[in-house]
């Protein structure tokens, strides 16, 4: 079956730090891939999305995430943390083949924290 | 607000009773989805229509749950005979089908909280 494992549920980072939340997907063929961020009780809102166009894909609030094939991986990343980042960070697979109807396969979630 | 609504927000039940959730998606949007999500853990596929066709059940539904979206609108989750096991976030999402099913573009509501005492 195929899954996505982010690596590290908790992620503590200084503001004005780097980024980088990892994931890795399993597939022979590449999927669809997607970050997904849930403010505190509030709905996931999609960050950005990788549907086999650019590899490098740019996001809201300044994040961006690399498709790998080779590694098999797309982390996360933003250049310097904000405050409002503090969230709960899903990376999630649309697997191949694509129509399966919007049955995304979610990570367990990275819980990001931001220091002051 | 024009987004996906969920109601209750919070439901805390006794082992036993039935609970009912409900979905208002985005007036637009054809297919609506049901996920659930437990503490630390990321959002499970359930079930999903597509107007008022369910598509696609997961084995996580049991017997004990089912869901409608009699008119193609609305659509409701109703657990019966609830257990413990039952604890969790149940999210609801909707799309497009010409642009969210391929592209994942998921709308999200807030979520229907779940306690079973």
């Known amino acids: 079956a195929q899954s996505v494992t982010q690596l590290g549920s908790h992620v503590s980072v200084s503001e004005g730090a780097l980024v980088l939340l990892r994931c890795n997907y399993s597939?022979?063929?590449?999927?669809?891939l997607f970050w997904y961020v849930q403010y505190p009780n509030q709905g996931l809102q999609l960050l950005l999305k990788y549907t086999s166009a650019a590899t490098l894909v740019k996001g809201i609030n300044g994040f961006e995430a690399e498709f790998k094939k080779s590694e098999t991986s797309f982390h996360l990343t933003k250049p310097s943390a904000h405050m409002s980042d503090a969230a709960e960070y899903f990376c999630?697979?649309?697997?191949?083949?694509?129509?399966?109807?919007?049955?995304?396969?979610f990570g367990q979630g990275t819980e990001l924290s931001v220091k002051p | 607000d024009t987004g996906v609504s969920q109601d209750p927000r919070h439901k805390i039940t006794k082992r036993g009773q039935n609970v009912t959730f409900r979905c208002d998606p985005i007036?637009?949007?054809?297919?609506l989805y049901w996920y659930r999500q437990t503490l630390g853990q990321g959002p499970e596929f359930l079930t999903y229509?597509?107007?008022?066709?369910?598509?696609?059940k997961s084995r996580l539904l049991s017997d004990r749950f089912s869901a409608e979206r009699p008119k193609g609108s609305f659509s409701t989750l109703e657990i019966q005979r609830t257990e413990q096991g039952d604890s969790a976030m149940y999210l609801c999402a909707s799309s497009l089908i010409t642009t969210g099913w391929l592209s994942g573009e998921l709308f999200f509501g807030e979520g229907s909280r779940l306690t079973v005492l």
């Open positions: 597939s022979s063929v590449p999927p669809y």
């Open positions: 999630a697979v649309n697997p191949f083949p694509y129509n399966q109807g919007g049955k995304l396969i």
């Open positions: 229509f597509q107007n008022e066709a369910q598509l696609e």
């Open positions: 007036s637009e949007h054809n297919r």
